[in-house]
C-alpha cells in the first residue's frame, strides 16, 4: 500500500513561527496565520463582487490560494520581510527557493492522479497567469492585512515592539490602492483592538 506524506507535512506548518526577530506578547505559527489570510481574502473577494457585479471573482479560489499562500515555508522557513526584499538579488534567490520548496511538496503526493499539478499551481507563486493576477493580488492584500492585525493585537498587549511594523505595513496596504483593502481596513479592523466586552456590548448603557 502506498503512503503519501504530503498532507502530514502541511500540519507541520504549526511549527514554524512567524515575525521570529521581534518580541512577541503571543507567537503566531504560519497555520493560523493562513486560516487568518484565507478569511480575510475571502473577506476582500466578496466586498469586491459586491461593488463590482460585472467583474466577479471566484470567492473560494481566492480562499484556497490563501489558504495555501504560505505552505512553502515549511521548507524554507519564515525569511523576515526586511531581508526578503532587501534588494532584488535576494528577492529573486528567495522567488527560486520558494519554487523548488513547492516542486519538493508536490512531490509527496501521487504521480498519476493529477494533483502534483493542481497543488502546485496553489503553492508555486511564480505560476501566475493573467487570469490570477487579481486573485494574488487579494490575498497579498488579505496577507498584509492579517499582519497589521497582528500588530493592533501586540500593541493592544502593551508590546511596542510592533509600533514600527503596524506603520510601515499600513502604508504599505495603502499604497496598494485596493478599494476592496481600503474598506476592510476601515470597517473592521478597529475592532480587533477592542476588549471582549466591547466587541460583544457588554456593559453598554
Known amino acids: 500500500m502506498e503512503e503519501y506524506g504530503f498532507y502530514a507535512m ?12 521581534m ?45 495555501y499562500h504560505d505552505c512553502t515555508e515549511i521548507i524554507t522557513g519564515d525569511l523576515p520581510t526586511p531581508i526578503k526584499y532587501h ?16 516542486e519538493a511538496l508536490v512531490s509527496l503526493l501521487p504521480e498519476d492522479e493529477g494533483l502534483r499539478q493542481q497543488y502546485l499551481e496553489l503553492l508555486d507563486p511564480s505560476l501566475d497567469t493573467e487570469d490570477k493576477v487579481f486573485v494574488h493580488k487579494l ?45 476592510f481596513m476601515e470597517h473592521y479592523v478597529p475592532p480587533y483592538g477592542y476588549t471582549l466586552d466591547k466587541l460583544t456590548g457588554a456593559g453598554d448603557d
Open 10 to 21: 502541511l500540519d507541520r506548518m504549526q511549527y514554524i513561527i512567524r515575525w521570529g526577530m
Open 87 to 102: 534588494n532584488r538579488e535576494i528577492t529573486k534567490a528567495y522567488k527560486e527557493v520558494e519554487q523548488e520548496a513547492a
Open 139 to 183: 490575498v497579498k492584500a488579505a496577507d498584509k492585512i492579517a499582519a497589521y492585525i497582528k500588530c493592533v493585537r501586540e500593541e493592544s498587549s502593551g508590546s511596542i515592539e510592533f509600533k514600527a511594523a503596524k506603520e510601515s505595513t499600513g502604508k504599505s496596504i495603502a499604497a496598494m490602492q485596493l478599494p476592496e483593502a481600503d474598506y
Open 23 to 67: 518580541r512577541n506578547s503571543r507567537t503566531e505559527n504560519i497555520k493560523e496565520h493562513s486560516f487568518d489570510v484565507a478569511v480575510i481574502a475571502h473577506a476582500l473577494c466578496l466586498i469586491h463582487n459586491k461593488t463590482n457585479p460585472g467583474s466577479p471573482v471566484d470567492e473560494y479560489k481566492v480562499m484556497a490560494y490563501a489558504l
